[in-house]
């Protein structure tokens, strides 16, 4: 593993409860000049640039803190800094405080792809990122909410100094472990009460494959049900940039007409009436919303910038605010306010602006608090009265109106997109005759989620079913129908219907949904489906042929092993709902290695290209060689895509396999009973040259009912085939009737009507198949594993 240089060191010094300096670290004397000998034993406040009052005040109480500290240098010169206080109590009964920083703080790293950003700063558990030195780079919002600190507070720090114990040691000799070894480490233990399960270290590597820093993640219990309740998971989260955007309106209408300088900061998970009233918390975790000054002071000197953390004491403005849920008005002049400015990196924006008046506003709506506002003015303008209150609770009442609008939003999609993910496949199931990947990209517009899906469907005769399609509109009622129509397509395609007659069946379906829909609801639009899209395919392995059929949906493409991209020829169709108009399916044969793509048509509707460059696109994607469908799916987003897609994009490429000639055998066979003997050694003799023995006497008594019946109530010709596909074998018998054999309960003493029942018992899954001419019943069973 390659080590990079220390530009970063930590300083740490220990002071006792009667505030003398006890440890000195050689990063303190390279910070501050002074030897160890030189300041322990002496009070801590001798190394202060201002009165320690201050200092005191805000440790009293606290088992942690964390802010500015103004320090006098050995030479004199005057030096702020952001410190990390642990109050802590050693075996021995001795208690004391641990500061802790890191200087100089290194440079933010830079950031990933948006995508990546994303993930990282919104994942609902804690994670964190730990250079090859150990110190922590990267902190995300869940971290700062469960550790109380925001990531400029924890930067350049090593996890011991965060949060200090036994445990957090274990968790550091993990991440080294796991950075020299290049393999993912898990803490034995827990990190503390919110923290619910071990920490998982995972090794960064470049694309040299050369370890560069370490993942912490872990799982709190909230993480653990904000994953299991969509509804709460949408109130934690919102819509940031929805309500961020309400909260920088608000200074833009408050600045300067009501004040010089204001910050709005937001609880990330709104008070209730019941959980405020009374609610005195020893701080209190806020995230800045917006921050705006007159004319142009909102740059670096304000602190704290939009999107961060901020930890405000529990005698703060802000706290106090919160906890009263009523408007106060302050002098920045008197003590509390003076300390939290002085202290506070989330208060900085008061000393930059020299605000003198401070006006602390809740944000309340429905009876729950979302946060506070904050408004300043600076000495050449009256302090505050009582129509400036009455103007900032009007705007404010406003702005919490418009951050409760875009968080009931972001439930609703949430919820919806909750919905939509329990409706589309989990897992693609087990099947041999496709290789397949998958993607499927929501919307994010405003109009919510929409009803796209996609499906894989294992059939009869090792063929395999594909589905797309595309529900008209967006939100839960897209969503519904999109299920509805999922569940239609399943049941029909188990009855093994041909894709023409599949969608005809379909297109009805959507018909009495939207009858039953619009009486119920006559203004709602697209109601039961009217307008879905669909493309329906079917590809057989043994025949390499696929058949398709499309609903207003868009072609699939196929790439042959050759490169050769081309759509299929697949006539359109009409979208389903219109009823009456008929649908045609297709047959190609697809050589061995094709490659087939469907998809719907939000990977077309990008604000940047238009359809032509689009279709070029996805050819030159798809047609470029790949070391994995996984590969193309991504090649084929990346290519198209230069941001979040306006509609819903569901994509599936699939990879044709074949069984070849030595693993089908088939036989014509007569009409007379006694070729049931017949059929039985033949099947003996197949199981023989493959190696299956042990399934003889089962498929023996499925070959003699399946022929028997066919001999019975069918007509010729009849054929016997026999598939053996890894694990599985296939039995079918085809005769030119296309009359339905039904299984029955045989009474005691009836002679027959117990061979389809024994198929059943025998067989892992059996049914029967309809052609254009005549039928086909199949049984399908598991060989044991070797």
Not at 237 to 255: F, I, K, P, W
Request: hydrophobic share 40%; proline share 7%; with cysteine.
């Amino acid at each position: 593993m390659e080590r990079q240089p220390q530009s970063t060191y930590t300083a740490t010094a220990t002071i006792d409860e009667q505030g003398i300096l006890t440890g000195w670290s050689d990063g303190a004397r390279r910070l501050l000049g002074y030897d160890s000998s030189a300041v322990v034993g002496r009070p801590a406040t001798a190394l202060l640039a201002t009165d320690g009052s201050a200092v005191r005040r805000a440790l009293t109480g606290r088992n942690r803190w964390n802010g500015t500290l103004p320090l006098r240098h050995r030479d004199g010169h005057h030096l702020e800094l952001s410190v990390l206080a642990h109050r802590r109590t050693s075996d021995a009964g001795v208690t004391e405080w641990l500061l802790v920083s890191a200087v100089p703080a290194r440079p933010q790293p830079p950031r990933g792809e948006p995508l990546e950003e994303w993930t990282f700063l919104q994942s609902p558990f804690p994670l964190a990122i730990f250079d090859a030195d150990l110190r922590l780079v990267r902190a995300n919002r869940r971290l700062e909410h469960t550790f109380a600190l925001p990531e400029a507070a924890m930067r350049g720090l090593r996890f011991t100094h965060i949060v200090p114990g036994a445990a957090s040691e274990e968790v550091e000799r993990s991440m080294r472990l796991a950075l020299e070894s290049g393999r993912p480490q898990e803490t034995g233990g827990r990190l503390g009460p919110d923290l619910a399960a071990p920490a998982l270290l995972t090794p960064l590597k470049d694309a040299d494959g050369r370890v560069r820093a370490v993942c912490l993640s872990v799982e709190t219990p909230d993480s653990a049900a904000r994953q299991r309740s969509p509804d709460e998971s949408g109130s934690h989260a919102g819509t940031a940039a929805e309500q961020t955007r309400a909260a920088q309106e608000l200074g833009e209408v408050t600045v300067p007409r009501l004040a010089d300088v204001m910050a709005v900061d937001l609880l990330d998970s709104p008070w209730t009436g019941t959980e405020s009233a009374g609610r005195r918390p020893d701080q209190v975790v806020l995230r800045r919303a917006a921050l705006r000054a007159a004319p142009d002071g909102d740059g670096p000197a304000y602190g704290t910038g939009v999107g961060e953390a901020i930890v405000c004491p529990a005698d703060s403005p802000p706290a106090r605010c919160l906890t009263v849920s009523r408007p106060l008005l302050y002098d920045t002049s008197d003590p509390a306010v003076a300390e939290w400015a002085a202290l506070d990196p989330g208060a900085a924006w008061l000393r930059a602006s020299g605000t003198c008046s401070l006006l602390a506003v809740p944000l309340l709506a429905r009876g729950g608090t979302l946060g506070v506002a904050l408004f300043g003015r600076q000495r050449a303008r009256e302090p505050f009265g009582p129509e400036d209150l009455r103007l900032a609770e009007e705007f404010t009442a406003r702005t919490a109106a418009g951050i409760e609008e875009a968080r009931d939003h972001a439930r609703a999609r949430t919820t919806t997109m909750a919905l939509q993910r329990s409706l589309l496949p989990h897992t693609l199931p087990e099947q041999d005759a496709l290789e397949i990947a998958t993607r499927y990209l929501p919307a994010a517009t405003g109009a919510g989620v929409g009803g796209d899906w996609f499906d894989v469907i294992p059939l009869s005769g090792a063929r395999v079913a594909l589905v797309v399609g595309d529900v008209v509109g967006h939100g839960i009622r897209a969503s519904a129908t999109m299920g509805r129509l999922r569940t239609a397509v399943r049941t029909l395609a188990d009855v093994d219907l041909p894709a023409d007659e599949l969608l005809t069946h379909l297109d009805d379906l959507v018909l009495r949904l939207a009858a039953d829909e619009g009486s119920a609801d006559p203004d709602a639009d697209s109601a039961g489906g009217i307008g879905t899209t669909c493309l329906y395919a079917v590809y057989d392995p043994v025949s390499r042929r696929c058949t398709a059929a499309r609903a207003g949906h868009p072609p699939p493409a196929v790439v042959t092993p050759d490169g050769t991209v081309r759509f299929l020829d697949v006539p359109a169709g009409p979208p389903l709902g219109l009823g009456g108009l008929p649908f045609e399916a297709v047959e190609t044969e697809l050589p061995e290695g094709s490659l087939l793509a469907l998809y719907t048509d939000g990977l077309f509707e990008a604000r940047d290209h238009d359809i032509d460059e689009a279709l070029d696109k996805m050819f030159a994607a798809l047609g470029r060689p790949a070391k994995s469908l996984d590969s193309v799916c991504d090649r084929v987003l990346t290519d198209l895509l230069s941001h979040r897609p306006d509609d819903d994009i569901a994509l599936l490429v699939a990879r044709t396999r074949a069984l070849h000639e030595d693993r089908v055998a088939s036989w014509e066979l007569g009409s007379d009973p006694a070729v049931v003997a017949v059929a039985r050694r033949y099947a003996d003799e197949q199981l023989a040259s493959w190696g299956l023995d042990e399934a003889t006497f089962t498929t023996e008594l499925m070959v003699s009912e399946l022929v028997t019946n066919a001999i019975r109530y069918g007509r010729p010709p009849i054929r016997l085939r026999m598939i053996h596909q890894n694990s599985t074998l296939i039995c079918e018998v085809y005769d030119s009737s296309g009359t339905t054999p039904h299984m029955r309960r045989a009474r005691t003493f009836d002679e027959g009507g117990r061979g389809l029942l024994l198929v059943a018992q025998l067989a892992e899954r059996w049914g029967t198949r309809h052609d254009r001419v005549g039928k086909t019943v199949w049984a399908e069973q598991s060989l044991a594993a070797p």
